[in-house]
């Protein structure tokens, strides 16, 4: 329960560093540490294979081009504009339900849980390689297509423009 | 008494991995003066020099580290001075983690109990090793970065495209080996090549899986960016690339990164192709040779076998990778790329089917 607390407070922490940082690569680093604590959180959730997939794919592979990216643009750090008084008051309200939706869904239980023991063999490499190629494969499978679609489309415009 | 243990087993691992990367520093500065046909490293000796012989150890082993560690830390004026301090931990401490996953013997038999002989037995360890080497990337980017200068940003842009790239590769090669011995725990895959095919051969993962032991060197010595891989370092182009404005202990911190990135990929190596701690035909009882001679050893022995096993084929690695840093020159970055992607990664792909065809369709091919 501890380990919890300190790692939700510390992802909470990279967050607010990925949002209000004024500079874009503090931003990055930001969001690799909340990525890092979600994968131990999923540890602690004895889901040790999501955690390690986690921090492949997220940290170890998308943050890097994202910093790759911001490196190679050289942005400026970001100014702080003063929002318009309507706009800040919308965006404050806005922000506060979506808060209240989170903190209301938060305190529904999930269906089938606190149900006693986990079952067998739970976040093995076999049950989330079944659930995935089996259960939920046509989902997976139209996901990866979305993914090429947006691979080729990114192509296509790197194209145009040369 | 499980504590103390995983304790032990831990400080094991790290004395390995630190002792190592000084080692290996001797054998590269003596290795490359014998390959250059240069003295190399002979300015400290023991006993003032009373010794008829010197064989540099000194230097590399003592004043080379303290040396390093008494030089003015230089931290350049518009540098962001946090991340110039944060880069070298996070570029070493994922690498170093890496080898608490990595198996240096089977068991270990002490009154009663049994040890594991691997520092961090987790689940799923060659995943490990993929998350901790994804994320060693962190010290060449922000190293580059922080330190606000055009080299370095060069080169730490230079080593995040590369070590992207290649990333794949190795994952390719490793996924092969994992579907031959259809285990995702590197322990297990060093135990499965106990096993012999034909009754005679050890059923190492370099019989199986020759391509893949290719791939993976190859992909491997780039993700540890030693020539011909060297771009993000690339002296006589970018000073010293990422690291360009670093000095004292910091600058030694990411030297000591190259060479724990080193034994790494030997330790890979050895652990997914060459039998990890395995010695041909020797079992937890003593050796069954093959023609039917037994030879019985007390546990202990087998156990100090095994260790010295292991150690003697990451030294033969590391110095294979040695060779080959101070035989072949700089790549050019094209030819980098076009290696990575239009080369290493279909061959990888490739290599990744015809091992899933052979695994269904030839049951009993691989030996789980």
Same mark, same amino acid.
């Given at each position: ?51 390690l997939?986690?921090?492949i ?106 | ?71 003015? #830390? ?5 540098? #962001? ?13 994922p690498l170093?983690l890496t080898f608490a996953v990595i ?21 799923a360890s060659v995943l490990f090793v993929l998350a901790m080497a994804s ?35 190795l994952g390719?090669?490793i ?9 995702l725990?590197l ?33 491997g ?36 990164? #190259? ?5 790494i990929v030997?330790a890979l190596?050895?652990t997914l ?96």
């Amino acid at each position: 329960m501890i380990a919890f607390w300190v790692v939700a407070l510390l992802a909470i922490a990279g967050a607010l560093v990925v949002v209000l940082h004024r500079n874009p690569v503090y931003s990055a680093l930001g969001l690799v540490l909340t990525l890092f604590q979600v994968a131990v959180i999923f540890a602690l959730l004895e889901a040790p294979l999501l955690a390690l997939l986690q921090v492949i794919v997220y940290a170890g592979a998308i943050v890097v081009l994202f910093l790759f990216v911001i490196m190679l643009l050289a942005l400026e750090p970001e100014k702080r504009l003063a929002a318009p008084f309507p706009v800040a008051v919308a965006g404050l309200v806005l922000a506060g339900l979506l808060g209240f939706a989170l903190a209301a869904a938060s305190t529904v239980p999930l269906a089938g849980a606190g149900q006693g023991a986990l079952p067998a063999g739970f976040g093995s490499p076999e049950s989330l390689a079944a659930s995935l190629f089996g259960a939920h494969l046509l989902p997976f499978e139209l996901t990866s297509v979305l993914l090429l679609v947006a691979v080729v489309g990114a192509v296509v415009l790197a194209r145009r423009r040369s | 008494m499980e504590v103390f243990f995983s304790l032990a087993k831990v400080v094991v691992a790290f004395v390995i991995i630190l002792q190592l990367t000084l080692i290996l520093l001797w054998v590269e500065r003596k290795g490359s003066a014998l390959i250059q046909d240069r003295v190399g490293a002979n300015r400290a000796n023991l006993f003032g020099g009373l010794l008829p012989f010197n064989l540099g150890i000194v230097n590399t082993w003592m004043a080379d580290p303290l040396k390093l560690f008494h030089k003015e #830390d230089i931290v350049p004026a518009d540098a #962001d001075r946090f991340l110039h301090w944060l880069a070298p931990f996070v570029g070493i401490v994922p690498l170093f983690l890496t080898f608490a996953v990595i198996p240096f013997g089977d068991v270990l038999k002490v009154g009663g109990f049994t040890i594991d002989l691997v520092a961090a037995p987790i689940p799923a360890s060659v995943l490990f090793v993929l998350a901790m080497a994804s994320l060693a990337v962190y010290g060449v980017v922000i190293g580059g970065w922080a330190s606000n200068s055009r080299w370095a940003f060069l080169g730490g842009v230079r080593g995040t495209a590369q070590m992207i790239s290649y990333e794949l590769a190795l994952g390719l090669a490793i996924v092969s080996v994992v579907l031959t011995y259809g285990s995702l725990d590197l322990q297990a895959i060093a135990r499965a090549q106990g096993a012999l095919m034909w009754g005679v051969v050890p059923a190492w993962g370099v019989f199986y899986q020759p391509v893949a032991l290719v791939l993976l060197f190859i992909a491997g010595m780039a993700e540890s960016k030693r020539a011909p891989f060297d771009l993000p370092e690339a002296e006589s182009e970018l000073v010293a690339g990422f690291f360009t404005e670093y000095s004292g202990s910091k600058q030694s911190v990411f030297m000591m990164a #190259d060479f724990v990135e080193v034994a790494i990929v030997a330790a890979l190596v050895t652990t997914l192709f060459f039998g990890g701690w395995q010695v041909p035909w020797l079992g937890r009882e003593g050796f069954h040779f093959p023609g039917g001679l037994d030879i019985a050893l007390p546990s202990l022995v087998v156990t100090l076998l095994q260790i010295g096993s292991f150690l003697l084929k990451l030294f033969i690695f590391c110095w294979v990778q040695i060779l080959v840093r101070w035989s072949l020159p700089r790549m050019r970055y094209d030819h980098l790329m076009a290696f990575g992607w239009k080369r290493l990664l279909p061959i990888g792909l490739v290599n990744l089917v015809v091992t899933a065809v052979f695994v269904l369709a030839f049951e009993g091919w691989t030996v789980r």
